[in-house]
């Protein structure tokens, strides 16, 4: 019997094409390359700059890379500013590879050609709607709207309200699970108010939980509930995805677990016998357009957190499981 | 002076013509943009769109307006384009055809907010291409009744009108009382309002027409050529006979001087099948040759199609 972490179709979907998943190094999960408010490309008082957007996010992942960083996911789905032809030019300037998703979320963020279409009545899409939109960004290339389709998408990504899961917050995670299911790349999951129900519901889609990231576990409000343990034992991945929330100023500081809390759950899933289930990520903003910036380097993750980890037990080899293997297993098309 | 914004500068507001008050070079709810099964290509544009602006020149139209809002795909450099070529004066909008075409940055955006953004758009110009819009666009959302953020947009756009001059044009006339109140509020004079699709299938019986003409309010007759009669016809279809007898029962009431018409129809659809059979062009080959079986007399017509636009459309200074 072979290996099958070892074949050489083991690959990953970046934006300059499927790469060797062992050619991935540290991985970063959760995180926005340019990140725009859906409209704000068209307010009077915003002017985006290409080559300024470049400059600036090609100094971030420089930086990353040299802190020993190998990829970059932008897990802001399809319609919050990707730009698939600046990632690619990033990516080769840089040597970073970097991964983007397909998927939208919560409600909120969506147009109103999904939530209030043309017909009578204005029934918003269903899930199978969606899940065909996020396949199609996979396995034909993600959209440059109205112009062409580029690479495949890396992961589908989708979020909750806050207050909860809405029918149509519903129908995006259904979509995005059976996307995910017959295309072979994974789901990432931004939870409303409940993180473990919300995952049921795209578990209840026959998607494997080990093809599942649940971000936003290092929220209060989820820890309080037990959550990270609770999503670990189900076999989905626990992203512990705001490192570095309490050294950036933020209105909802306390919204999310400091540095030491997150470091402290980190050893304790890891006692708990879930280190393969656990990523690291900072949820950083590259270019952040129509919302305040949240400028964290994109570096943080290996550079500050994960030694000051270390000093309170984390190992070596489950440092490197959950920077390298963990992100490598999930992100690896099946 | 007489003025009005086009996509290509301000022009004399005599040198209108016959006026499109309501049409689309191409409409797309937003988000329709990730769809491919909608993509076209640059050729088919322009292959589906010239030659029936050509033919509204031709057949002695001066001005389409085209009314697709903020997030609707509205693509003013294509438009000067397309204005350059064929010689029809195109004017642009702000604004937004209904709550539900504002995407998150507006729908959270205050009243202030929205109101320097249309203000922009007219004095300084909209994006970076130089053109300032000549109208603002608002409306009411699918459901019937104005919602939070259609009522924040309609007095932004009346703050917008009366400091530009500008006119306000609606999607919808339902509801009429609330954007009246919220104008009158904002003391905008009502005839600054044409309150628009008056006469479509779905809301023509719960639209209060003849009110909002006795309020000062003008009135859009501007779907004609969406008929059942058609081959596919879309759910706000109406059968033709019914919208012209509504058009010239409230032309007889005595609301001329109120009334504008149009097609709504959409040069190349962006983000929908479009209507097969339908163009800006029905008001020529269809409108006119009706109003002139029905003993409308030509100064009439002139009223409705270049008098009553004219006036509606010149930047109130």
Known sequence: ?334 | MSKVNTVLGTIPAEELGVVAVHEHIGYGMPGSELDSKWWKTPEQRYEETVPKLRAFHEYGGGTFVDVTGICNGRDVDYYKSLSAKTGVHIVACTGFVGGDTALPHFARASVDYLTRQFVSEITVGIGDTGSRAGVIKVGVSRGGRMTELDKRIYRAAARAALTTGVPIMTHLAIDAETAIAIFSEEGLPLDRVLFGHADDGVNAEKTRDTWIAEQGGRVGFDTFGYETELEDPPFWARPRKERLDHFLRFIGQGHLDKVLASADANCSPLGWPGVKGHTVNYVFEDLIPDLREAGVDEATITTIFVDNPADFLTIRT
């Open chain 1, 1 to 334: 019997m072979t290996d099958a972490r070892t074949a050489p179709s083991r690959s990953v979907n970046t934006v300059l094409g499927p790469v060797p998943a062992d050619d991935l190094g540290v991985v970063s999960v959760h995180e926005a390359l340019l990140s725009v408010v859906p409209g704000a490309e068209h307010a009077y008082d915003i002017t985006i700059d290409r080559a300024e957007v470049f400059e600036v996010l090609a100094k971030k992942l420089t930086d990353f890379r040299n802190a020993g960083g190998g990829t970059i996911v932008d897990s802001t789905g399809m319609f919050y500013g990707r730009d698939v032809r600046l990632y690619e030019a990033l990516s080769r300037s840089t040597g970073v590879h970097v991964v983007a998703s397909t998927g939208m979320g919560p409600e909120e963020m969506l147009g109103g050609y999904f939530l209030t279409p043309q017909t009578n009545p204005p029934t918003p899409w269903p899930a199978e709607r969606f899940a065909d939109l996020f396949s199609q960004e996979v396995s034909e290339g993600m959209v440059v709207p109205r112009v062409e389709r580029r690479g495949g998408a890396g992961l589908v990504a989708t979020t909750a309200t806050r207050e909860g899961m809405t029918a149509t917050d519903e129908s995006l995670f259904r979509g995005a699970a059976r996307a995910a299911r017959d295309t072979g790349v994974p789901v990432s999951i931004r939870f409303g108010a409940d993180a473990v129900h919300d995952l049921e519901v795209v578990l209840s889609e026959q998607l494997p939980a080990d093809r599942v990231v649940v971000g936003g576990l290092d929220r209060r409000d989820a820890v309080d509930a037990g959550a990270p343990l609770e999503v670990a034992r189900r076999g989905a991945y626990v992203a512990l995805d705001h490192v570095g929330s309490d050294s950036v100023d933020r209105d909802d500081d306390d919204a999310h677990l400091t540095d030491r809390e997150r470091a402290a759950l980190v050893v304790e899933l890891v006692q708990a016998g879930h280190a393969d289930r656990i990523l690291l990520s900072s949820n950083a903003i590259g270019v952040a357009v129509g919302q305040p910036a949240y400028d964290l380097p994109f570096s943080h993750v290996c550079s500050t957190f994960v030694p000051f980890a270390k000093s309170l037990g984390l190992s070596d080899e489950d440092a490197r499981r959950i920077l390298v293997g963990n992100p490598r297993d999930l992100l690896t098309v099946r």
